[in-house]
């Protein structure tokens, strides 16, 4: 009898830890890309914000929208300037594009932005969150 109450507020602080990560996951990516950028003319430009009490590594790309779930395609040949930076917690980094090949109004590609944590997991720890957001891209003339 005694075993079952244990075992229910083990599995009652197991939940409220995974809610808790969850949260804190939820509020690292918390503005850190904007939603949907415009392509005028081959070119764009937006903001990356580190949002994270971490320091990050930022990769940023172009690609194909597709029907996958995840909605990456092909890459698009394009210069992305900077391609790789670090932002330290609460930094901004301004990200030009220019984008080489030729698509009509209307496309909608996709801007990959991927972040990394630069400091190694806690010892013990084997789990890093890596967010991987695809903003979607407009082609608007």
Known sequence: MTRLPWAFRLTLLLGALVWLLAIIGV???????????????????TPVVNASLDHVTVTVTVARDTAT????GRAVIALVSPAVFHLNPGERQLVRLHVREVF??????RLVTTLTPDSPPAAGAHLVLVSRLASKLQVVR
């Open 27 to 45: 509020r690292s990516l918390f503005a850190q890309v904007a939603p949907v950028v415009e392509l005028i003319h081959g070119q764009a430009s």
């Open 104 to 109: 009509l109004p209307g496309t909608v590609l």
């Open 69 to 72: 779930p995840d909605r990456i």
